[in-house]
């Protein structure tokens, strides 16, 4: 079954640097591949998604790149703000898994001042 | 997006006892899921809720343990049996909405404690 990595773990930058949190996936055949951004108490938020036909995507300061024969795909955060602190998640969906998706193990992502 | 509300937000519960979670949208969505997130982990998908028919389960995940309902496109329910400790986690529902075939929203999730 398909299995989605994700690292680092933790991953702490200062305020206005970028960050970057990279996942694998093990099945070729999976198509879409959203990322989601918790908060401490809430439930995940979607903030950007990609699909296998499409091999970078913007949104203001996230981006999100895709590498179908590396089977990796990375998040990319510019000009960081404190308000980006929180738990990220990657997930990738199987073609033929009727909307199923499996997470990635999440990243703890803290801005420092 | 849909609106997603869940109810309880919280719970605090006794070994032995039982807790039914509720979900409801403010539109018709085409999928209902349920996971559960133990803590400081990841999301585990518990079942894919079905209109009008019993849910699908995961590997690991049984209906004597977590029964589903879904009686309609816009509610549905979890119930969290015979509890223990180890069922304490964060219970979400998501939803796929009409408008997006693929993208998965979260509702707020419920913070269950067992006791």
């Known amino acids: 079954g398909e299995n989605v990595e994700q690292h680092p773990s933790t991953l702490s930058v200062q305020e206005g640097d970028s960050a970057v949190i990279k996942c694998t996936y093990s099945d070729s055949a999976s198509n879409y591949f959203p990322w989601y951004k918790q908060e401490l108490g809430k439930g995940p938020q979607l903030i950007i998604d990609i699909r296998s036909n499409v091999g970078e995507k913007k949104d203001q300061r996230i981006a999100v790149t895709l590498n179908k024969t590396a089977k990796h795909f990375s998040l990319h955060i510019t000009e960081t703000q404190p308000e980006d602190s929180a738990v990220y998640f990657c997930a990738a969906r199987l073609y033929s898994s009727a909307s199923k998706i499996i997470f990635g193990s999440g990243t703890r992502l803290s801005i420092r001042p | 997006s849909a609106v997603i509300s869940q109810k309880p937000s919280r719970d605090i519960c006794q070994r032995g006892t039982s807790l039914t979670i509720q979900c409801q949208v403010d539109?018709?969505?085409?999928?209902m899921f349920w996971y559960r997130q133990q803590p400081g982990q990841s999301l585990t998908l518990i079942a894919t809720?079905?209109?009008?028919?019993?849910?699908?389960?995961e590997s690991g995940f049984v209906i004597d343990k977590f029964p589903i309902s879904r009686p309609n496109l816009t509610f549905s329910t979890l119930t969290v049996s015979n509890m223990s400790p180890e069922d304490s986690s964060i219970y979400l529902c998501?939803?796929?909405?009409?408008?997006?075939?693929?993208?998965?929203?979260f509702g707020p999730g419920t913070r269950l404690t067992v006791l």
């Open positions: 998501s939803v796929v909405w009409d408008r997006g075939p693929d993208t998965q929203y």
């Open positions: 539109s018709q969505v085409t999928m």
């Open positions: 809720a079905n209109q009008g028919s019993e849910a699908t389960y």
